[in-house]
Every structure is written in C-alpha cells, then in structure tokens.
C-alpha cells in the first residue's frame, strides 16, 4: 500500500510540475512571437489620448471662435484664456503623455477655432458684427 500511495503522490508532483512547465513555455512562445506588445499597448494609449485631446480641443476652439467672431474680435486662436489654460495646466500623465496631449489639443484647437470664426463671421472683420452700416 505504501508503494501505491508513493507512485500516486510522485505522479500528481510530475503532473503539477509538468503543467508548470508547460504553461511557462507557452507564455514565452507568445512574446517572442509578439515581443513588440508593450510598445503597441503604449502607442494605443497614445493614440487613444492624441483622439481625445484633438475632441476636446475642436470643441473649445470652435465654441471661443464662434463667440470670438460674434462678438467682433479679430482672429486669434492664441488670445484665448481656454487655450492658454490648457497648454499651461500639468496633467497627471508622464511628460511623454503631456506632450502628446498637448500637441494634440492645440491642433484640434487651432481646426475649431478656425471653423468656428468662419461660421459664424460676417465677411468683412474690420469691423464689429454690432455697427449698423
């Protein structure tokens, strides 16, 4: 009986370690056949960041040049406290992040802006939308 119980708890030890084995062989597989994964999981992250921020930025430039043409002020997208405040503030990304925030904020910015001041001016800008003549 004791050989028995020995051959059995020797063969549940071979098989545990054997699943082990196994399982750590086919992880490595997977990431020597993609070892590029953590680069294409960061630039995901990136683009996912670049798409929000480009989002955010066309919809606060196109609602500060809309109102900046109906109020009658000249075109500038840089004049603008929204813009200046979101191309000063620290976010809570790394300084790779920030950037890439960043730049894509003022692209999306400078496109609403510019939309957004076309729409909604009369053609001739010299002078306020106000003057009757």
């Known amino acids: 009986m004791n050989s028995k119980l020995s051959r059995m708890i020797g063969g549940f030890i071979l098989s545990l370690s054997l699943l082990f084995i196994t399982g750590t062989m086919s992880r490595m597989t997977v990431h020597a056949q ?3 994964q953590d680069r294409d999981d960061r630039s995901y992250d990136y683009n996912r960041i670049a798409r929000v921020a480009q989002n955010r930025g066309y919809e606060d430039g196109f609602n500060v040049g809309a109102n900046d043409a109906r109020d009658g002020s000249t075109y500038g997208p840089e004049r603008s406290r929204v813009f200046r ?3 000063d503030k620290t976010y ?4 790779e992040r920030a950037q890439v925030f960043r ?3 003022r692209e999306g910015f400078m496109r609403g802006y510019h939309e957004g001041y ?6 001739d800008r010299r002078r306020p939308r106000w003057w009757p003549w």
Do not use: G, L, Q, V
């Open 92 to 95: 809570e990304f790394s300084s």
């Open 103 to 105: 730049r894509s904020y």
């Open 118 to 123: 076309e729409r909604n001016s009369n053609n």
């Open 85 to 87: 405040d979101a191309m």
């Open 34 to 36: 993609y070892p590029d």
